[in-house]
């Protein structure tokens, strides 16, 4: 059965850091962190990929980490220096299959999510 679960999430001042843990089971092509905010879309954030290692939106290369631990199937985002728009319910998303046509930081590219965690950013 595939799960996952995300973990880490909190409130934070600006200029902090957290850092997130998805853990998963079951084997995947793509695991990805997602940011909602409310009354907006699902967006990308940085993920890891089979072969292709990790990939960020540019809104947050330099600042964010992604790291994956396979033996222990978890996939880490190291945040750094955080905005007060970058506060949402912080999701993680899995694809079994390459999709190599979709982009990876858009929600259809994935067909498994958690429940998310909450992210909070205080100015």
């Known amino acids: 059965q595939v799960q996952l679960v995300e973990s880490g999430g909190g409130s934070v001042q600006a200029g902090g850091s957290l850092r997130l843990s998805c853990a998963y089971s079951?084997?995947?092509?793509?695991v990805a962190w997602f940011r909602q905010a409310p009354g907006k879309e699902r967006e990308g954030v940085a993920g890891v990929a089979r072969g292709a290692g990790a990939f960020y939106a540019d809104s947050v290369r330099g600042r964010f980490t992604v790291t994956q631990d396979k033996a222990e199937k978890t996939v880490y985002l190291e945040m750094t220096t955080l905005k007060p728009a970058e506060s949402g319910m912080y999701y993680c998303?899995?694809?079994?299959?390459?999709?190599?046509?979709?982009?990876?930081?858009?929600?259809?590219?994935?067909?498994?999510w958690g429940q998310g965690t909450q992210v909070t950013v205080s100015s």
């Open positions: 998303g899995a694809a079994s299959v390459p999709m190599y046509g979709l982009d990876w930081l858009k929600t259809a590219a994935y067909e498994y």
């Open positions: 079951g084997d995947f092509y793509r």
